[in-house]
């Protein structure tokens, strides 16, 4: 039953699947927060596992960068293997003043400067949210741990080195408050096929400001947004 992408075997990818970016923060999941955590895919680099998280069965897999690579993946997640709750924990680059390195934001609302949708043929502007389940859940789980989640308007980009500053003042005058690469993919696709999906974004670094995280950080120092991320999980 493998895919192009991915080479496991029927049963063997929980119906609920953290995505990160980067494969090897879903490695670094598997092998600090999962019990009994399995390597289910190795094509490409981009690993896939699937272990327990407070009993609960469950799969992580990277995704890599921007919407064609994250609408491959979530595609065949959901058509292929059957899964049902699509958790991205990604990373983001501010534009808001009052969005800081180190915030956790929920994408409650999502706008692209991409095409990507155009393969439905919609004659106007598809709009795509969260399963809104999963973002209360999130929310809920936030608050018992002492976290603050910021609900959030993003912009999921087609390119990192933005070209234009006066586009990108565009989108922070209307009230965007990150940029990242993938989740408006994420979430068509899963509204298109009648899953759940949400995006819960860690902010490495400052568009306006300059600031961020390290690569190492990157990687690994975003606790926060991984146990939140495992307890929603682990709810479903």
Known sequence: MSTPHIEAKKGQIAETILLPGDPLRAKFVAENYLEDAACFNRIRNMFGYTGTFEGKKVSVMGTGMGMPSMGIYSHELITEYGVK??????????????VNIGDLLAAGFVSTDSNWANQFHVQGTLSAGPSFELLAKAAAISEEMGKNLRVSHIKSADVFYEPSKADRDIWIDLGVDAV????????????????????????????????????????KGLDQ?????????ASQ
Do not use: F, W
């Open 85 to 98: 709750n699509l958790i991205r924990i990604g990373t983001a680059g501010a534009y808001s003043d009052d």
């Open 180 to 219: 990242e690469m993938e989740t408006y993919a994420l979430y068509v696709t899963a509204m298109r096929h009648r899953v759940r999906a949400l995006t819960l974004l860690s902010i490495s670094d400052h568009v306006i400001k300059g600031d961020q995280l390290s690569p190492e950080a990157r990687e």
């Open 225 to 233: 947004m991984i146990t939140i991320a495992l307890k929603l999980a």
